[in-house]
């Protein structure tokens, strides 16, 4: 099973969790981890280095974060790892109910690409869908 870890800005990634889990009746199988926004680049590095230490050893691993660029993506780029560790940027709720649905029964490459399409596909602008 490949292991999802959403870290975000501020409580973000605890409050989409928590959303996930309402939604589906089940509790989310992600791990939240929410950045204050005033630490050093070292703490940062210490709390997901932490994560990381709890997780399965050679596991597989998608990492959600809220915006590229930021803080989040920025401290998680050193850790992908080709077939094994990989960050998706741009997170949304879309994305994350798909990886908590099909964690079990996807491949790693598939989870990854279907997120992406989930979150992709998610943002519509109304009037030119109702049209």
Same mark, same amino acid.
């Given at each position: 099973?490949?292991?999802?870890?959403?870290?975000?800005?501020?409580?973000? #990634?605890?409050?989409?969790?928590?959303?996930?889990?309402?939604?589906?009746?089940?509790?989310?199988? #992600?791990?939240?981890?929410?950045?204050?926004? /005033? /630490?050093?680049?070292?703490?940062?590095?210490?709390?997901?280095?932490? !994560?990381?230490?709890?997780?399965?050893?050679?596991?597989?691993?998608?990492?959600?974060?809220?915006?590229?660029?930021?803080?989040?993506?920025?401290?998680?780029?050193?850790?992908?790892?080709?077939?094994? !560790?990989?960050?998706?940027?741009?997170?949304?709720?879309?994305?994350?109910?798909?990886?908590?649905?099909?964690?079990?029964?996807?491949?790693?490459?598939?989870?990854?690409?279907?997120?992406?399409?989930?979150?992709?596909?998610?943002?519509?602008?109304?009037?030119?869908?109702?049209?």
């Amino acid at each position: 099973m490949t292991e999802i870890v959403v870290i975000t800005h501020g409580n973000l #990634a605890l409050e989409l969790v928590r959303v996930v889990s309402e939604i589906t009746e089940h509790t989310a199988k #992600a791990i939240p981890v929410c950045l204050a926004l /005033h /630490h050093d680049q070292a703490e940062y590095t210490k709390i997901i280095s932490d !994560v990381f230490n709890r997780l399965t050893p050679d596991g597989q691993v998608i990492i959600l974060t809220d915006l590229f660029g930021g803080t989040p993506s920025n401290i998680t780029f050193p850790f992908v790892k080709k077939d094994r !560790v990989e960050v998706i940027t741009g997170l949304n709720l879309p994305m994350l109910m798909y990886l908590v649905t099909h964690s079990e029964d996807k491949s790693f490459n598939e989870l990854c690409e279907g997120a992406h399409k989930a979150g992709k596909d998610a943002i519509i602008i109304a009037g030119q869908f109702m049209s």
